[in-house]
């Protein structure tokens, strides 16, 4: 019998969103506006712990608007990771900015505190202070948050957390998504929980969330007439899609149980073998499970990353590697680095395993069959 494809972080959707739909459907607030959205808006500021949530059309959307109230305008730079997904430097060459990249840790995978400080102190000394620094909380674990915020609070810079991957992880107590200036949530089809896209801006500051829902409707002014003071976007997130999303959110708890539930089935499975190393959990908060990812050691495993992820394939399970960093991407080619062999390494060694809510055991055990069956093999 053939088996069924192993996704690496499908949606895990079911009759309770279903209903949640449907009834948002026949009572025809289809729009980017009703009470789902005002609702899912709400739900979502209370997990994070902060006032404001703003719904909009994707976890890009979000980073744009935030940049944006952070004052980003053309010729800025903006301190950037190098490991993470494109979306993040993408959101600062929007507005024509330029991303300056840098290095992560060992110990958790996230950006550099030292590296951001030492940058910071740089720029600032010769009077070109970036505009705003951008964190990532990787694969669902918070970037080190009280160095970096002490940081830019010290030379005046704008702190946005991209809180993508991070919903429902911590950093000393505190939620993702609750640093900074502003915090980016994404709800696109692989994430923790998803509307089948769309993504949320999350933040304390009154004046920020005036602006960012603001923006997101073109920029309308309130008169009866069209009237537009300022070029807006068009980025609100649909009433319909927002019932899908308060749907997901009833499950928030139990998925992200899943999903380290899988993290710590794999380690136990996969841990004694030679040269597998997981990703790092560090000590100063909790992770969200969304992806499990390890490190392979050619040399010591017997087998290299890549033969890794054609086995996989093989048998019909998806993987993939870790982010390239945006810093060995052609597009971002001239942009200045800090660093980078760190993450250059992440890359180079690293690889994300299925790790989906709904994963059964028997997925579980056919992607660590097919992991095991790679070593010692090279040669």
Same mark, same amino acid.
């Given at each position: !019998? ?9 949606? %895990? ?12 459907? $026949? ?25 404001? &949530? ?21 010729? %800025? ?15 600062? !060459?929007?507005?024509? &900015? ?13 950006? $550099?505190? &030292? ?11 010769? *009077? ?10 990787? @694969?669902?674990?918070?970037? =080190? @948050?009280?160095?970096?915020? =002490?940081?830019?609070?010290? @030379?005046?810079? &704008?702190?946005?957390? $991209? ?42 500051? =009154? ?75 560090? *000590? ?30 093989? %048998? ?20 200045? !680095? ?24 028997? %997925? ?16």
């Amino acid at each position: !019998m053939t088996e069924t494809r192993i996704w690496l972080s499908p949606p %895990d959707v079911g009759e309770l969103e279903r209903k949640l739909l449907l009834e948002a459907f $026949d009572s025809n607030w289809v729009a980017p506006v009703g009470p789902d959205l005002d609702a899912f808006e709400q739900q979502v500021a209370e997990i994070v712990g902060v006032r404001h &949530a703003v719904a909009l059309s994707s976890g890009t959307a979000a980073l744009h608007l935030a940049l944006v109230a952070a004052g980003v305008r053309q010729g %800025d730079t903006v301190l950037v990771p190098s490991f993470t997904f494109a979306a993040t430097a993408n959101a600062v !060459m929007y507005l024509g &900015a330029r991303p300056v990249f840098l290095d992560s840790t060992t110990e958790s995978w996230n950006v $550099d505190p &030292a590296l951001v400080t030492e940058e910071l102190r740089r720029r600032c000394a010769k *009077g070109r202070p970036p505009r705003a620094v951008i964190a990532v909380d990787m @694969y669902g674990q918070c970037a =080190d @948050y009280e160095p970096l915020v =002490d940081a830019c609070d010290r @030379y005046g810079v &704008a702190l946005i957390e $991209d809180a993508a991957e991070a919903l429902g992880a911590t950093y000393r107590g505190q939620p993702a998504g609750s640093f900074g200036l502003a915090g980016v949530l994404s709800f696109n089809g692989n994430k923790i929980i998803t509307t089948g896209g769309g993504g949320m801006l999350v933040t304390g500051d =009154d004046s920020v969330a005036r602006k960012a829902r603001h923006l997101a409707t073109q920029a309308r002014e309130p008169f009866p007439h069209y009237e537009h003071r300022a070029v807006g976007y068009n980025y609100r997130l649909s009433n319909l899609l927002a019932a899908v999303g308060r749907g997901q959110l009833q499950r928030l708890d139990s998925m992200i149980a899943a999903r380290r539930e899988t993290g710590r089935y794999y380690r136990a499975a996969l841990g004694d073998l030679p040269g597998v190393t997981f990703m790092p959990i560090a *000590g100063y908060g909790t992770a969200n499970g969304w992806l499990t990812c390890l490190l392979i050691d050619a040399e010591r495993f017997g087998a290299s990353r890549d033969q890794v992820l054609a086995r996989l394939a093989a %048998d019909e399970i998806e993987a993939r590697p870790t982010w390239k960093p945006m810093h060995l991407q052609p597009v971002f080619r001239d942009c200045v !680095m800090r660093g980078g062999d760190v993450c250059a390494g992440l890359f180079e060694r690293g690889l994300c395993l299925p790790s989906g809510s709904a994963l059964t055991e028997h %997925d579980r055990e056919r992607v660590v069959a097919a992991v095991r069956a790679v070593a010692g093999t090279k040669g």
